[in-house]
């Protein structure tokens, strides 16, 4: 079953403001990936993060890895209308390689 | 990264009858999978296909349900078959392409009815 804890569920901001989201796990994972889905598409990659405390950026996203890694955070910074989808977190168990297990998901609405 | 395409990208079916997905890559990758999302839902993986043998499947899902091939290191195919409306999902395939790194297809959109 579904080992990942992603909150919020949804996000309602304007554009220009900050968006924050994380996913918690009881499980320890060695690799933590995000993604963007808009509708009619299949998920994007995002950032991927191999290394606990491992920060990483990619333009106005930046994520990280937790330290107990079983954590992992997403930020988007300065958000614009295009922004706007469905972000996944996935983790990967360190015995199941290439296996991943989503969070539910948090949806992200960029008002102008 | 890989680039993967997806036939067909969405199908009306009658329950009762099978759809065969396919799954290209344009390059050769060591893994490909198979993720279903349903309606509003998160992924679920359904399985590995493993080539030139039969397919690992996750708790849940069977190969009399989900038969999947994996002729050559750049394409797979995913059957569902016996579609019930319950099977109305996306059916995602990903790949595993350089430093580990998993990458989506655009996803076959199935409505069963």
């Known amino acids: 079953g579904q080992q990942l804890n992603q909150s919020p569920q949804s996000m309602f901001i304007q554009e220009g403001e900050d968006v924050s989201m994380n996913c918690t796990s009881s499980s320890i994972f060695n690799t933590w990936l995000w993604y963007k889905q808009e509708p009619g598409e299949g998920p994007v990659l995002l950032i991927a993060?191999?290394?606990?405390?491992e920060l990483t950026s990619n333009g106005r996203l930046t994520a990280q890895f937790g330290i107990t890694r079983k954590d992992s955070f997403l930020n988007i910074s300065a958000s614009i209308p295009s922004d706007v989808g469905i972000y996944f977190c996935?983790?990967?168990?360190?015995?199941?390689?290439?296996?991943?297990?989503f969070g539910a998901g948090t949806q992200v609405v960029v008002t102008p | 990264s890989a680039v993967i395409s997806q036939k067909p990208s969405r199908d009306i079916c009658q329950r009762g009858t099978s759809l065969t997905i396919q799954c290209q890559v344009d390059s050769q990758v060591t893994m490909m999978f198979w993720y279903r999302q349903q309606p509003g839902q998160s992924l679920t993986l359904i399985a590995t296909?493993?080539?030139?043998?039969?397919?690992?499947?996750e708790s849940g899902f069977v190969i009399d349900k989900f038969p999947i091939s994996r002729p050559n290191l750049t394409f797979s195919t995913l059957t569902v078959s016996n579609m019930s409306p319950e099977d109305s999902s996306i059916y995602l395939c990903s790949v595993v392409y350089a430093q580990e790194t998993q990458y989506f297809g655009p996803g076959t959109r199935l409505l069963v009815l």
């Open positions: 993060l191999y290394k606990a405390g």
């Open positions: 996935a983790g990967q168990l360190g015995d199941s390689w290439g296996k991943l297990q």
């Open positions: 296909a493993n080539q030139g043998s039969e397919a690992t499947y």
